[in-house]
Structure formats: structure tokens, C-alpha cells
């Protein structure tokens, strides 16, 4: 089996370079019940299913899904790997012209975008039970009512920590609160040796994938419920973005944006001694020579005693409208989202599954670093899968910036948050 440390680094550049791209689904929707689609017939699988996938995932499927033509040996599947800097335009373009292939793996910003363009199958109904998926993923596959696909592969956030700068500083427990993580940070500074007690985004494209998490704990939303209208401008949003101001005004985290590869490097020697990522990150800072033992990870801490809430990402899988072969399309996409596959391609790839029982057994289930992603992506959200999420994600990006580094009020940044997000409208 390969380990987690040694495919996290294998999959380190493919985090860094797709994430913003494979990011998103929705933090709140409709309660009601999810249309779906006509139901997939019994019986194998026939015909060609050819199949889009991005980076590395899209230079594995090919062998990976000789399993699924064992068992249905009428099958073919034909994977082509699409670079994920050329595949959202790819993907409109196919959508446009009604040339697609079968089933792609979309970056769940997408969601939104492809399925109001009516590019995408509504789900069929009972392929899969979206109780087997982890809640935040699998909003991220539902757009005004309707679920458009399956989430294949997750990531989530977690805090990083240099544990013997903790023990220095007198923590043998990570914070539970925010209250404590902003004392935290200051004794890895004040008592640990750390330059900057931690090192959170001041602005900059997706510093919302870390300062977003702060307004969910807070029970903040993003849009109303059936998200046809942008909902920023809550004081509970205000609330969590002076919090997060506060860390650059004390002098605990930097405001200027970090060169690639400083953030590493500065965990290492002791520059940061904490930060905020997902599952690469392990595999980067032991490469800059941080040793297992001089650092831990742990869930985010809530405002109060409840868990902190984090940010979900990942990759979901969809069928286009026009596929030659939905049916059996569907089938892949449904022995994918196996728990056993699942497994399978966690051992292949080391994409953490997007199916919660897939953790219940082997490395999964036994390592103490994976299970605290495991236990945050119990308490992770996405925001809405709705067609303008990346541009209103930029207008956020913009003035929590402008809010660190003291160019606005936090209370004029949400308003203009606000303002610029009913302008843009969510698109549904």
C-alpha cells in the first residue's frame, strides 16, 4: 500500500495548481427533496464510455478503470487527460457545440455554471445515496434542487502546528476555540520562538477558502436557501472577518503575500508556527525537513466549544447531456463512488474518498494524521454551487484584503461584498 506521506507529496503540485479550480460546492440549500434523474437499468455496462478527466487523476483512470471493464467485458472505457489550466474551456466549448463525451470530472466551481447551461444529466435516481457521502461534498453536486453528478475525491483544512514550539510555549492540546487559537498563536510567538504565531491569507486569490471557514463557525451563510440571492452582508460574517482582521493587527500573522514555497520553508525553521491547508502540506513540510514528530495537525477550533466548521473541496463526477452512452456512463460513475473503489484509488492516488465508510478500514482508519481529516470533513461546508461563485469569490478575496490590511473598515468590506455580489446576482 502506498503511504499517505509519500502520495501526498506525489499529489502536492496537483494540489497547489488545481485547487482553486476544483474547489466548490454550497454551504446551504433547499431542505426540500432532490430531483433526480430516470433510473439506470440492471444488467453490465456495453459500449465505449469515453471519459475526461483532469491532472493527475486524468493520467491514472485509464488502467485504474481495467477493474470496472473486467466485470463488464462489453465495455471500453477512454480516458483523455485534459490540463486543468485549458479543461473549463474545453468542457463550455463541448458543452456548446453538443460534441461531448460521456462522463468528465468537473471542479466543483463548475457545478453551477455546466448545469444552468444545461450541459449535464440530473443524477438518476438511486444510482447513489447521498447519505454515504460526506455532507459538504455532496452539495456540492446539487444546483437549485437538482444533483448533477457524484462527489469523487475530497479535500479539507485542517491546522497545522510545530508541536515542539506548542510544547515550548506550554500547550500539550491544540486550541478548541477561538479564543484559545488566537492565544495559541501568540505563545508559539511570545514563548514558542515562532517569528508570526501563524500564518493565515491577508487577500489574495482563495484566501476565502480560509477566512470563509471563520463565518460558517459563526453560523454565517453565503446565499438564502434556495440560492437565488447572496446573503454576505450578516453580522455574523462581521463578526468572524474582525476576528480574523485581528490576527494582522497584533502582528501575529504577516500581511504581505508569501512567495512559493516561503510558507514551507518557514514552518520549518520556525518563521510560522502555524497555518491552515489541506492533506498535500504533509508531504511539503517534511520534505523542507520538518520531522513526523515535531509537528501535528488538528481540526479547527470553533468559536465556542463546538467544532470549527472548515472549507470541502474536491472533485465531483458528472455525465454530459449529450453523452452517446449515459446509461452505461452512469455505471462507471456509480462503481467509482464504490466504497471499495474508493479504497482502491486512495491506495492508487492517495485522493482521500469522497464516501465516508471508505475510512473505516486500513490506512485510512488507522493514521493519526488522516483521521483528523477524516473527523473535519464531518464539519466542512462548500459554498454554493451556483454559476457566479467565482467571480463573487474574487470580490471576497478583494476586500478581505483591503480589510487586513486596514484600507476599509470590516464593516464597509461586507457591505461591499454584499453590494458587488447582488450586482452579479448568483445566476439561478
Known amino acids: ?29 433547499g ?21 475526461w478527466a483532469m491532472g493527475t487523476e486524468g493520467e491514472v483512470l485509464g488502467d485504474f478503470a481495467t ?54 444529466d440530473p443524477l ?30 475530497v479535500e479539507t483544512r485542517v491546522l497545522y502546528y510545530r508541536k515542539d514550539l506548542a510544547e515550548k510555549a506550554g500547550w500539550d492540546q491544540p486550541p478548541a476555540t477561538w479564543d484559545e487559537l488566537k492565544q495559541f498563536a501568540l505563545d508559539l510567538q511570545d514563548k514558542g520562538g515562532a517569528e508570526y504565531g501563524i500564518q493565515l491569507p491577508a487577500g489574495g486569490t482563495g484566501s476565502w477558502q480560509t477566512m470563509l471557514p471563520f463565518a460558517w463557525s459563526n453560523g ?22 474582525e476576528y480574523y482582521k485581528g490576527y494582522f493587527d497584533e502582528g501575529i500573522s504577516p500581511t504581505r503575500l508569501l512567495d512559493a514555497g516561503e510558507l514551507e520553508s518557514g514552518f520549518a525553521d520556525g518563521t510560522y508556527g502555524s497555518f491552515i491547508s489541506g ?21 479547527l477550533p470553533g468559536k465556542d466549544s463546538a467544532p470549527g466548521t472548515s472549507f470541502v473541496g474536491g472533485g465531483d463526477l458528472a455525465v454530459f447531456a449529450d453523452s452517446d452512452n449515459k446509461e452505461s456512463a452512469w455505471k462507471l460513475v456509480q462503481w467509482l463512488a464504490d466504497p471499495e473503489t474508493q479504497q482502491d484509488f486512495y491506495d492508487e492516488m492517495g485522493d482521500l474518498p469522497a464516501v465516508s465508510s ?51 473598515s470590516v464593516e464597509d468590506a461586507v457591505a461591499e461584498m454584499q453590494r458587488q455580489a447582488a450586482q452579479i446576482g448568483t445566476g439561478l
Open 124 to 153: 438518476p435516481e438511486d444510482l447513489v445515496s447521498s447519505s454515504d457521502f460526506f455532507e459538504g461534498a455532496w452539495g456540492s453536486t446539487e444546483v437549485g434542487g437538482t444533483s448533477y453528478g457524484v462527489p469523487w475525491y
Open 220 to 241: 454565517a451563510g453565503v446565499t438564502n436557501d434556495d440560492g437565488t440571492e447572496y446573503t454576505l452582508d450578516s453580522p455574523e460574517m462581521t463578526e468572524a472577518l
Open 67 to 120: 477493474a470496472f471493464t473486467e466485470d463488464n467485458p462489453d465495455a471500453e472505457v477512454e480516458v483523455t487527460a485534459v490540463p486543468w489550466e485549458s479543461a473549463h474551456e474545453k468542457i463550455a466549448n463541448a458543452i456548446a457545440a453538443g460534441e461531448t463525451p460521456d462522463v468528465t470530472l468537473v471542479g466543483t466551481t463548475w457545478m453551477g455554471e455546466f448545469a444552468e447551461a444545461g450541459g449535464l
Open 358 to 408: 471508505a475510512w473505516d478500514s486500513g490506512e485510512l482508519a488507522e493514521d493519526p494524521q488522516l483521521s483528523v481529516f477524516g473527523d473535519q470533513l464531518d464539519n466542512a461546508l462548500a459554498p454554493p454551487a451556483v454559476p457566479t461563485w467565482e467571480e463573487v469569490a474574487t470580490v471576497i478575496d478583494s476586500e478581505v484584503e483591503k480589510a487586513t490590511k486596514g484600507d476599509t
Open 31 to 51: 431542505d426540500g427533496p432532490v430531483e433526480q434523474g430516470e433510473a439506470v437499468g440492471d444488467g453490465p455496462a456495453t459500449g465505449t464510455i469515453e471519459v
Open 1 to 29: 500500500m502506498t503511504s499517505f506521506r509519500s502520495t501526498a507529496r506525489a499529489g502536492a503540485a496537483l494540489g497547489l495548481a488545481s485547487l482553486a479550480l476544483v474547489a466548490c460546492g454550497r454551504d446551504s440549500g
Open 279 to 299: 492533506p498535500w502540506h504533509t508531504g511539503l513540510v517534511e520534505d523542507q525537513g520538518v520531522d513526523e514528530d515535531q509537528y501535528a495537525v488538528a481540526v
